[in-house]
């Protein structure tokens, strides 16, 4: 597992999401369905691109009380993804009664927790959310959290992902968007890295998406991420 480009699949319909793929075909990336195309499709459009061979990274977000979850993390691993998450900041209750539903699945998928969002920069962290601790010390917590309640790593920034493997195992794995070529523009994401940074710091797996997406040339940005990232 790990070193790979996953392609966050941020589309408002499957027309555009396979529109998207036709360059790709041979290729076969690991794709991220997200809320945009998931409530827009449905379970639906997940079985499809299972069928069709890809690996999925599910990227849902659940943060509710812990049976809320348990129940739709089970029925969610019955879809056969290859990833789930939930949101950290759930607590471990609610990490590890996820864990327990998905764990029934045939296929049990990799269930990580979100740490805190890139888009958080670290003065949101203190001004809006009064977190005092540092996003460092946040980040590291949660994901220590995510490991006690039996998940298998976390979504987090490239820039954490090295502290996260020594307060947790390199076996535990960081899944980090927040990717950005050094000419684009970040957007609505404040903690960013290139690529080629992300292998650097130690990520496992990058998560990619207008950088993609939203590229002249997509399969050429593709290729780009994954020369430089694997
Ligand atoms: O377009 P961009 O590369 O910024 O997309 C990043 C993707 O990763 C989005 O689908 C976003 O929902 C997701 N994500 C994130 N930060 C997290 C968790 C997920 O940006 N902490």
Redesign the pocket.
Known sequence: MGKDVII?C?FPTADKMFGFLRPFEGRNPYL?I??ELYYAEGAPIVRELKKRGFRIFL?L?LHDIPNTVASAMKVLAGLGVDIINVHAAGGRKMMAAAKEAVSTAEKPPVLIG??????TSEEMLHSELLIEKSMEDTVISYAKNAKAAGLGGV???PLEAGLIHKACGNEFLTVT????FAENDK???TRVTTPAMAKQLGSDYI?????I??AADPLKAYERCVNDFC
């Open positions: 966050a941020d991220k997200g809320m990227d977000k979100v740490t805190q969002l890139t888009s979504v987090c920034s968007p927040g990717i950005r957007g609505d994401q998560v990619v998406g207008r950088s997406t939203g």
